[in-house]
């Protein structure tokens, strides 16, 4: 049995009220779905005196197109589920690598509970961390992101290097994904991309008086194809232990069509997702060109260096970066 | 410790119940309103064991903050032999789970009972094993080796389709 630690719960019915509520009460906490932030609550590794639940700010829960800067894009709600996430038709047709992603995390009764802007916001993990306080203790008291002052995956380090574990974190990035905050100053709106901070203690760049309402997806005016890429030791239930987005923009829509623009972003290495550089030789072959691959291959392999943070030995994570990518690529290839 | 009043719908009845505002959903339904089917396992969101249905999506008890599921519509084990479906107190689900021996211990049963409701209401036709595999991801059996389990939750979804459209 894990006791939950003793806090109030405060219900608002809007996001102003929220904003308000996280201005007014520092140290509050915010729980949309629960699944990230109460098994961490009930392992101890944070005591808020309160915590804002949104399980009723309705406005969080649209998916609807929009225009922004004369260029159309899909306003995914916070509060959307991640299987609402997964199944909305809008999101399966436009971003089907976004629909895989949030249809990959955990089991279904997670993501029955989870929110999109719960998993952009998850907080990092680390096999040091998630655990009870007890099993810390046994460690001999904790780490940088517990109790403690040192690092068990890098000894002599004074950075933490928990793992940024979202699935949808790196296929938002690929897609050039927005992330709207709303805060006490009014709305803020920041790329993905520049979302994540290489610091395990505080990921985001998210103040703690800010709530994130929803994602903005542009709607691709290109040709595209892109895929996700996930290993767990268990199918059915588990963060990623590898975890790469696929972007690519085609000429025409085919896959024998050179390739315009490509994006890969690989998650779970440190606190901030990598988006995998040096890929210019990509451009102008045909998706279908087994020179693409090697090229993108070689380079995640290269530039993807897991730490011991996570299950299973980095050397062996690693490897499997390089392979899943190139079986992504493969399945893109053969669905045409 | 300050206690707050909880209004919530509980197998289609209104329940009161006063709790401490950090006790989850699990909590509340076992040590204040004495519905133990729901399981307390891992508490963490791994095992399933607490598997109930809120609004009728199934939802893991232990990590719902009771408050949060107030003016929604909870669905426990407990209601399962109330359902329209059912027959003599039974649903044929649980029909199903006594016929096929699917229940070993028992202890994953009500969890498993939950999630495999609600996959029948919405395919509302026979489901095929690899759907039951999926449904059924986040809750784990350690006796079984979930063989039998998936053969009685596709067995009460042919008996909930009726024989002639099985034919």
Not at chain 1, 82 to 92: A, F, G, K
Not at chain 1, 117 to 131: A, F
Not at chain 1, 305 to 318: D, H, I, Q, S, T
Request: hydrophobic share 45%; with cysteine.
């Amino acid at each position: 049995m894990l006791r939950l630690p003793q806090f109030g719960v405060a219900l608002p019915a809007n996001v102003d009220a929220v904003v308000a509520l996280l201005r007014d009460n520092p140290g509050a906490r915010i729980v949309a779905g629960g699944t990230d932030i109460l098994p961490n609550l009930k392992h101890r590794l944070d005591e808020p005196g309160m915590l804002i639940s949104l399980a009723q700010v309705a406005e969080l829960r649209s998916i609807a197109k929009v225009e922004h800067d004369g260029q159309a894009w899909v306003e995914i709600g916070a509060g959307n589920t991640l299987t609402q996430v997964s199944e909305d038709p809008q999101v399966r047709a436009l971003f089907p690598s976004l629909a895989t992603a949030a249809g990959l995390v955990a089991s279904p009764l997670i993501r029955n509970m989870g929110t999109l802007g719960g998993n952009v916001n998850l907080d990092t993990r680390c096999r040091y961390v998630n655990q009870t306080k007890f099993w810390r203790q046994a460690l001999g008291g904790g780490c940088l992101k517990s109790e403690g002052k040192v690092c068990w995956v890098v000894p002599t380090g004074r950075n933490c290097v928990a793992a940024m574990s979202s699935d949808c974190v790196p296929v938002l990035i690929s897609l050039d994904a927005q992330i709207v905050l709303a805060g006490p100053q009014g709305q803020r709106v920041v790329p993905a991309a520049s979302y994540f901070k290489a610091d395990g203690l505080r990921h985001t760049v998210r103040e703690d008086a800010e709530l994130t309402t929803s994602l903005r997806v542009p709607v691709p005016t290109t040709p595209t194809r892109s895929a996700y890429a996930k290993w767990t030791v268990r199918k059915s239930i588990d963060f990623p232990l590898v975890s790469v987005a696929l972007r690519f923009d085609l000429e025409a829509d085919s896959v024998d069509a050179p390739v315009t623009k490509l994006v890969v972003v690989a998650g779970v290495l440190g606190a901030k997702p990598r988006i995998v550089s040096k890929l210019d030789d990509a451009i102008g072959k045909p998706l279908s060109d087994p020179a693409l691959s090697r090229i993108v291959c070689a380079a995640v392999a290269k530039q993807c260096k897991p730490l011991e943070n996570v299950p299973y030995e980095a050397p062996y994570r690693r490897r499997m970066f390089e392979v899943f990518t190139r079986r992504a690529i493969a399945e893109l290839v053969a669905a045409g | 410790m300050a206690e707050a009043l909880l209004s919530l719908r509980i197998n289609g009845e209104s329940v009161h119940a006063a709790a401490p505002a950090h006790w989850t959903l699990l909590e509340v339904l076992r040590y204040r309103l004495d519905l133990i089917g729901s399981k307390q396992g891992c508490d963490k969101g791994d095992c399933g064991a607490c598997t109930v249905q809120v609004d009728g999506e199934p939802v893991l008890a232990c990590l719902t903050l009771a408050c949060a599921a107030a003016g929604r519509e909870v669905r426990t084990v407990e209601g399962l032999g109330w359902a329209p479906e059912a027959r003599d107190g039974c649903h044929p689900l649980q029909d199903a789970f006594d016929r096929w021996d699917a229940a070993q211990c028992g202890f994953c049963t009500p969890g498993i009972l939950m999630s495999a409701e609600a996959l029948l209401r919405k395919a509302g036709r026979v489901v095929t094993r690899e759907e039951v595999r999926e449904a059924l991801a986040g809750n784990l059996c350690r006796c079984t080796g979930y063989t039998k389990i998936i053969d009685a939750v596709v067995d009460a979804s042919a008996m909930l389709v009726g024989p002639r459209e099985q034919a």
